[in-house]
């Protein structure tokens, strides 16, 4: 899921609810809203499939956030990281040591 795709998700959840809880939104402008937006992600994929320029602008590049046990510090900073959350991630993996780990890449998963 690339920023857009997470973003259109949040935004369409508030678009339902504002159609329901709000007086002044009618279900008409919300489904219109809504529509536009899924129309607008479909766009971007579209323009992504068949854009190199465009798919580099939208996804990130993988990140080296750990080297055979050494966190990089540049990397994590860049990518708004800190130290507790590769351990967690490492957790996750089901490793229970940093040093057992050679590598930590932070990827898009799309």
Request: overall charge neutral.
């Amino acid at each position: 899921m690339i920023n857009f795709d997470w973003i259109v998700t949040v935004a369409i959840g508030t678009l339902m609810a504002s159609g329901v809880l709000l007086a002044d939104v009618t279900i008409i402008k919300g489904a219109a809203a809504i529509y536009a937006l899924l129309i607008l992600q479909w766009a971007l994929t579209k323009i992504m499939i068949n854009s190199d320029i465009a798919t580099t602008s939208v996804k990130s590049e993988p990140t080296l956030l750990l080297h055979r046990g050494q966190l990089l510090a540049g990397a994590m900073h860049k990518e708004r990281l800190n130290e507790a959350e590769i351990p967690a991630a490492i957790r996750t993996a089901g490793y229970s040591r940093v040093r057992d780990v050679q590598w930590v890449i932070l990827e898009t998963n799309s």
